[in-house]
């Protein structure tokens, strides 16, 4: 793996009897984000539309993978975040006094503070870039991703913490804050997922997950291994032909699986090899 700085840094990845282990340069990996740093990793798989379909925890999880890397404070004040909304919660749930509740809020306001700027500032940068994907790919109309930050746009966090304190009592856990935003994907004026065939959602996706690379390479120079799944069930002929020249331009390190061979052609890339895979042995293709 090419690190940012330019030479090649060493990655190993193991999974045994004994659990996952992993090496960087060497050095045994400690945590799973020190790993995703290193090796930012895309997947696209047949349930890609989960994104649009489902609930709003998935559409975070997309927002923060991109704002994870390319915004070097950010993993630090997340976890610090988490920490202080576990304990504000526990105290809720125990019925503890305002003032304990108190020396937590002040943790979780900078943090929150932190959390929304760092999201806000991506998904202005991320929709500056969006188009270029989405007209490429999908070519459905005017897509807009609207960040919905966790509680009322006009109300600072703190303000929305003291007044919503006997709420959060009653139902024992905090009930807004940056682990309640959410991504509303519209074409035009209608939600994506209200609008479009499940086909139309999967090359939406695709076009979705394609941005946050693109956005990666020009905030950090750093390209992405992306992951693409049975990529025929996901893409006909003529879209899986655009999203590759799309991969080739971007610069990334692409393994794509079907299951006919002829269901994915890339002779215009520079480097490539094919590999046939059954029963758990990997043959390489010439």
């Given at each position: ?15 045994g ?13 400690r945590t799973a ?10 997947v696209?798989?047949?349930?890609s ?8 925890t998935i ?8 704002v994870?890397?390319?915004e070097?404070?950010?993993?630090d ?8 909304l576990?304990?504000r ?5 125990a ?17 929150a ?26 070519a ?36 807004l ?6 991504l ?8 994506a997922?209200?609008?479009?065939s499940r086909?139309?959602?999967?090359v ?6 394609m941005a946050?690379?693109a956005?990666l390479?020009n905030?950090?120079?750093r ?7 049975d990529?025929?069930?996901e ?20 393994f ?6 002829n269901?994915?052609t890339a ?15 990997l043959?390489?293709m010439?």
């Open positions: 793996m090419e690190g940012p700085e330019g030479p090649e840094i060493p990655i190993g990845v193991e999974r009897k004994d659990g996952f282990r992993a090496r960087i340069a060497g050095r045994d990996v984000a020190e790993l995703s740093e290193r090796l930012p990793l895309m696209v798989s047949p349930d539309q989960a994104l649009l379909e489902e609930g709003p559409r975070r999880q997309f927002l923060d993978w991109g994870f890397h390319v070097p404070r950010f993993w004040v997340w976890v610090r975040y988490d920490r202080a576990r304990q919660n526990a105290l809720l749930r019925r503890g006094r305002n003032a304990a509740i108190d020396a937590w809020d002040g943790e979780l306001i900078r943090c503070t932190q959390i929304d700027h760092f999201r806000s500032a991506y998904i202005e940068e991320y929709c500056a870039v969006l188009p270029q994907f989405s007209d490429a790919l999908a459905l109309g005017d897509v807009v991703v609207d960040y919905q930050r966790g509680w009322p746009a006009e109300e600072p966090y703190e303000d929305m913490l003291k007044r919503n304190r006997t709420r959060d009592r009653e139902l024992q856990h905090t009930h804050g940056p682990h309640r935003a959410d509303r994907v519209r074409v035009g004026k209608t939600l997922r209200d609008l479009l086909g139309q959602q999967k939406l996706v695709v076009a979705l997950r946050q690379v956005v390479r905030r950090t120079g390209g992405c291994t992306v992951l693409l799944d990529l025929a069930a893409l006909d002929a003529d879209h899986r032909e655009k999203l590759l020249l799309l991969l080739r331009d971007l610069g990334v390190q692409a794509v699986t079907a299951v006919e061979r269901a994915v002779s215009w890339w520079d480097t490539q090899k094919m590999f046939h895979v059954e029963h758990g042995r043959t390489e010439v």
